[in-house]
Nanobody, 126 residues
Framework: QVQLVESGGGLVQAGDSLRLSCAAS????????MGWFRQAPGKEREFVAV????????VYSDSSKDRFIISRDNAKNTVFLNLHFLKPEDTAIYYCAAPRSSRDYLPTKVSEYGYWGQGTQVTVSS
């Protein structure tokens, strides 16, 4: 069974940094692109970033592309999201996700993903 477990969230001040991790099991990790999404209370889950199976290509949302970095370590079946210059607007639960098919290259929509972790809370104070 596919399992994705996020970690690294916490309470930080505006301008600080965090590194989120997602440990994957139950799938051929190196064959799948991996994505990060986030969801604030009362809002829709939104795309943050995605990286291809080899780590050679990435896509970021407009709000994250200048501050966040997605990367992966296939030897450890882990995908990371480095958060820099955090703002209160970044406060949300951050989810790791795998697409429905290994053929999906750089999916950016929630509906294109089939596997989700439980999320890790990121709270940014002003």
């Amino acid at each position: 069974q596919v399992q994705l477990v996020e970690s690294g969230g916490g309470l930080v001040q505006a301008g600080d940094s965090l590194r989120l991790s997602c440990a994957a099991s139950g799938l051929t990790f190196s064959s799948y692109s991996m994505g990060w999404f986030r969801q604030a209370p009362g809002k829709e889950r939104e795309f943050v970033a995605v990286v291809t199976w080899g780590g050679g290509s990435t896509v970021y949302s407009d709000s994250s592309k200048d501050r966040f970095i997605i990367s992966r370590d296939n030897a450890k079946n882990t995908v990371f999201l480095n958060l820099h210059f955090l703002k209160p607007e970044d406060t949300a639960i951050y989810y790791c996700a795998a697409p429905r098919s290994s053929r999906d290259y750089l999916p950016t929509k929630v509906s294109e993903y089939g596997y989700w972790g439980q999320g890790t809370q990121v709270t940014v104070s002003s």
